[in-house]
């Protein structure tokens, strides 16, 4: 099992990144994907989960209405848009998916948002 993200940046307040997890060495397509960050100093907290059944979705109260999490299971890929980005976004943002009784983690990808 691999996760590799991809997408991050540098970005300005107010802009939007998309970013990528393209998965290796299992279909997603039966198991929640989830998008964590870690800013420095602080700990890791989950920001999105899709869901492998009825497309639900969650969202931590701090990006909701900003950023979106989707799936395309035929590409083996999640992906997190993230619009109306502030300083506060700044973090490492991990792919995360639960199989079995463990935790997979993909590299991360720095996302930066200054002026």
């Known amino acids: 099992v691999q996760l590799v993200e991809s997408g991050g940046g540098l970005v300005q307040p107010g802009g939007s990144l998309r970013l990528s997890c393209a998965a290796y060495?299992?279909?997603?397509?039966?198991?929640?994907m989830r998008w964590y960050r870690q800013a420095p100093g602080k700990e890791r907290e989950l920001v999105a989960v899709?869901?492998?059944?009825?497309?639900?979705?969650y969202y931590a109260d701090s990006v909701k209405g900003r950023f979106a999490i989707s799936r395309d299971n035929a590409k083996n890929t999640v992906y997190l848009q993230m619009n109306s980005l502030n300083p506060e976004d700044t973090a490492v943002y991990y792919c995360n998916t639960p199989i079995g009784n463990k935790d997979y983690w993909g590299q991360g990808t720095q996302v930066i948002v200054s002026s």
């Open positions: 060495g299992f279909s997603m397509r039966t198991y929640a």
């Open positions: 899709t869901y492998s059944i009825g497309g639900d979705t």
